[in-house]
């Protein structure tokens, strides 16, 4: 045993973490933050992930908390890393592409293993954790027992992984979305990706034995000759380099004179920040739907925080809600049905596995007249137009992006 789950799914106790981590997030996380020291000692990084995700706390409340206790200077380095995850999200919308390819050839990686007993044999050991590579099977467990893991140990696990072990990425991808409380489809497949020289096309990350004993404090030295020299692009996977820019998606605008079924999701858990007043909501529901995550069972653990964390927000509306799950597509219309309500008000639903069920969802709705409406943060729609090439243009772009949104002085 590791250690057990620390996350607990509340606005409040995402705040709280907030509160207590902004002091050192300028200088200390600037030269501190690469730093692995193991379960339970995570102090230099803010361990915010699982709230940012959904939004239980805001990017932009990270990020201006920082600019506020360190000025924007000092907090260069921990909005820089917060805008990754925008830039992500933006880079994935305009490429929706990447993601059905990631869908489509997990499922190609799954069928094959069917028939191939090594090939079988090899995975099933790594995600055993008995690969006898002592770092790699710690943090397999790390995983699988806190639903987390620290920055660097999953680039250093995504590069064995890929180099070392030989595996398909799409099924480690696979494995950090099913076990990660924070998993989410752009920045894990897009991450990946990034380690496989498909981001960036042809540089990809290598772990390197210097690199784990430096930043875990020597808690791991792995032998020398026990990871691949060589890290090669895996570029050939994808001869024809990466699809076209598509147009960001523009969802459908509420009505404010329709009756109105509230939807939440894990997508957007601070749901009261949209107008809610100028609209005539009959209904309130929320949609469990991390089970989509994957075809193969996806953490207790992640499942538990998803379920607690849209309780905590129909709690803070002080409302009731029914609970719906994300199975048979028609769920949303039926509901929808029984309140008598003709549009549906959700946060908006990014790329992923979420989206491709609301397709579904989307179609028996369309059939019956129920429209499906979405609102978008002014955040995301801000950044989200420089997140078409590198990270540098977005990078560019936050003080600007920042003054916008109402940077506090300082
Ligand atoms: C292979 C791989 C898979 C990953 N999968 C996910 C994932 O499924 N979900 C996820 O949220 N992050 C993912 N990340 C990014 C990053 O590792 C985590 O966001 C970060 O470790 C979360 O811990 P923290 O909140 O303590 O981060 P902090 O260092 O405190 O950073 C603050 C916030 O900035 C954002 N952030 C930080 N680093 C990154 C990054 N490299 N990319 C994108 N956003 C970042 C996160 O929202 C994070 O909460 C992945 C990285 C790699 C290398």
Not at 57 to 85: D, I, P, S, Y
Not at 94 to 123: S, T
Not at 164 to 177: H, S
Request: a negative charge; glycine letters at 6%; charged letters at 25%.
């Amino acid at each position: 045993m590791i250690a057990t789950a620390e996350f607990i799914a509340s606005r409040e106790v995402g705040l709280a973490r907030l509160a207590a981590f902004t002091p050192i997030a300028g200088q200390h996380y600037s030269s501190a933050r690469n730093y692995d020291r193991g379960p339970g000692q995570h102090n230099s990084v803010s361990q915010l992930s699982p709230y940012l995700r959904r939004r239980l706390v805001t990017e932009e409340e990270a990020v201006m908390a920082a600019v506020r206790g360190h000025g924007l200077a000092g907090a260069e380095k921990f909005n820089q890393e917060v805008f990754w995850r925008t830039y992500f999200k933006g880079w994935l919308e305009q490429r929706p592409v990447i993601w059905d390819l990631y869908r489509d050839g997990l499922q190609a990686d799954l069928d094959r293993l069917e028939n191939d007993r090594d090939f079988r044999k090899r995975l099933d050991r790594a995600l055993a954790g008995e690969t006898r590579i002592e770092c790699f099977d710690f943090w397999v467990k790390e995983l699988l027992e806190t639903g987390y893991l620290h920055n660097h140990a999953r680039m250093w696990f995504a590069s064995i992984w890929i180099f070392t072990l030989e595996l398909p990425w799409r099924l480690g991808a696979d494995f950090f979305l099913r076990n990660l409380i924070d998993g989410d489809p752009a920045s894990n497949t897009l991450s990946w990706r990034w380690i496989a020289g498909l981001h960036t096309r042809g540089k990809t990350y290598q772990a390197e034995a210097w690199n784990i004993a430096k930043f875990t404090d020597q808690r791991f030295i792995p032998v020398e000759g026990k990871l691949s020299p060589v890290a090669d692009a895996l570029v050939n996977e994808e001869p024809n380099g990466l699809p076209p820019i598509a147009a960001i998606r523009k969802p459908v605008l509420p009505d404010q004179h329709f009756s109105t079924g509230l939807l939440i999701t894990e997508e957007e858990c601070r749901i009261e920040a949209l107008p809610l007043s100028d609209f005539n909501i009959k209904t309130v529901a929320t949609l469990g739907a991390s089970h989509l995550r994957s075809t193969l069972p996806v953490n207790t653990i992640v499942r538990g925080f998803e379920l607690a964390a849209l309780a905590d927000t129909v709690e803070r509306l002080g409302c009731s809600a029914q609970e719906l799950i994300a199975n048979d597509p028609k769920v949303l219309l039926n509901w929808a049905k029984e309140a008598n309500v003709s549009q549906i008000l959700t946060g908006y639903i990014p790329v992923g596995p979420l989206r491709d069920w609301m397709k579904l969802a989307q179609s028996h709705l369309d059939a019956e007249g129920v429209s499906l409406c979405e609102w978008q943060r002014e955040w995301d729609a801000l950044i989200w137009p420089y997140a078409t090439a590198g990270f540098f243009k977005v990078k560019k772009q936050i003080p600007r992006i920042l003054q916008q949104l109402g940077m506090p002085d300082c």
